[in-house]
């Protein structure tokens, strides 16, 4: 059956265009930095906001209009699946994302929601074998239910550690049937929202025990995905444990898994955290650890996750900046764990949502590669560290000075000389950048 017939396939149609379904940046095929643009961005649809939101939110019931939602139990669920491989094909996106619940209905027991995965799967892996799109990701959802009120691997009750880790299983093996490139781990509920009735120590170290049960059954079903933590400071816990990345860096460097792991890194998440989209991923580079990129971004003007498209150029072209000093994503990608809003409520809107988003992250693919091309930032940056390149600052670096040899200079160096920073001036040559990209 098909959903979107009034839609054909998305071109790149260029800045001039005035068709609402075509793309006027992102052209799939132009080389940029030596890849196509489809290999630098390796875009991806999340299926949980794009398939099942049906817009709720805090203070409304649902406002979306889906044709598939007629259908009920595992007959929408396979709707869904006819919905979506129809949405990649004409969107022409490579990957896509999901939740265990996202692709197939719980059952009344454990068996028959696993049973009910494994149908899904098959019918998923059916429509791969003619689909150019691959998975990206896939994860357990561990927070939507009551069985996990006070958490999952860090749960107060023993039970639903071993629920959560049978998903996770099943997760795994579905991950490995499907091809799945990374496997994502967000720890919904893996937080506190009072010290007053929680073993912190115990919560902690069973995470890390769930995470190396979960490297060590990878290993066994022979599973070659890339691990992924995806940080969140809050939201619906009071304190998650994965607050940012540095936080979550340090967690899988006290239990031995930073070796397994890297980083899965949301602009919305880094929002929360009250970090920039461009610091987090900055801070996963510089420690080799970043992995793949949720993109979205929020509302500075409310404070919870609002997961919208990303619009911003200015975060896209500093986003895809870390993202090409990375080297690229590798096996990660840029999806679009986004929704539309809530009055945008027609099927349509999912097209012109991703159409934006895409050409977001083109815009800032190519304004990056020239600020790297230009080496605008790193001669900015090595100007302005000179004095740690010779004399006593090179012996700081290098490891040779210490408090004697730095008081005996400065002892002896006259005044102190400090220069301009100049932010201002930065900013404005990356506007020019910004304005000039395509003119």
């Known amino acids: 059956m098909a959903y979107f ?43 949980w906001h794009t398939f099942t939101a049906n817009g709720t939110d805090p203070f409304g019931s649902g406002t979306m209009f889906r ?17 979506a491989f129809e949405f990649f094909e004409k969107l022409n996106v490579p990957y896509f994302c999901f939740h265990d619940i996202d692709i197939a209905p719980e059952g009344d027991n454990l068996q028959e929601t696993l049973h009910n995965i494994d149908v899904i799967v098959a019918m998923i892996k059916d429509y791969m074998k003619d689909s150019k799109t691959k998975l990206l990701w896939n994860t357990a959802n561990m927070f939507t239910h009551p069985r996990f009120v006070h958490g999952a691997a860090t749960s107060s009750n023993a039970d639903v550690f071993a629920y959560a880790a049978t998903k996770v299983k099943k ?9 799945a490139q990374n496997y994502v781990f967000w720890g919904g509920r893996e937080g506190y929202e009072t010290l007053l009735n929680t073993d912190m120590k115990l919560e902690l170290d069973n995470l890390g025990r769930f995470l190396h049960m979960a490297v060590d059954y990878a290993k066994e079903i022979d599973f070659d995905a890339q691990f992924l933590i995806e940080p969140k400071p809050k939201e619906p816990t009071t304190h998650q444990y994965d607050f940012d ?13 930073d070796q397994y792991f890297k980083f899965n890194i949301e602009a919305n998440h880094a929002t929360l955290a009250g970090h920039t989209f461009e610091h987090e991923l900055h801070y996963a580079r510089i420690n080799g650890m ?20 990303p619009t911003d150029l200015y975060a896209t072209t500093l986003a895809m900046y870390e ?21 945008s409520f027609e099927k349509e809107d999912l097209f012109h949502a991703h159409i934006a988003g895409m050409d977001s992250f083109a815009v800032g693919l190519k304004v990056a590669q020239r600020l790297i091309e230009d080496r605008v930032l790193e001669g900015i940056v090595s100007e302005r560290y000179r004095s740690f390149q010779d004399g006593i600052g090179k012996d700081i670096v290098d490891g040779k000075a210490n408090f004697k040899t ?34």
């Open 5 to 47: 017939n009034e839609i054909g396939k998305i071109n790149y149609e260029g800045a001039t265009s005035t068709n609402p379904y075509a793309f006027k940046f992102y052209n799939p095929e132009e080389i940029v930095g030596g890849k196509t643009m489809e290999e630098q961005l390796r875009f991806a649809v999340a299926y």
């Open 171 to 179: 997760g795994l093996e579905v991950g490995k049937e499907l091809g």
């Open 245 to 257: 990345v540095a936080t979550g860096h340090a967690f899988l460097q006290k239990y031995d898994l």
């Open 290 to 309: 970043l992995g793949s990129v949720d993109a979205n971004q929020g509302d500075p003007l409310l404070g919870w996750d609002t997961d919208e498209f």
């Open 406 to 439: 730095l008081e005996a200079h400065a002892r002896n160096m006259g005044e102190i000389t400090n220069k301009s920073g100049q932010m201002e001036k930065i900013k404005a040559t990356i506007n020019q950048y910004l304005l000039t990209t395509f003119a």
């Open 67 to 83: 044709p598939w939602d007629k259908f009920t139990g595992m007959d929408l669920a396979k709707a869904r699946v006819e919905a």
């Open 323 to 343: 993202i090409l000093k990375n080297g690229g994503l590798g096996r990660g990608g840029l999806n679009f764990d986004a929704k539309v809003r809530r009055g």
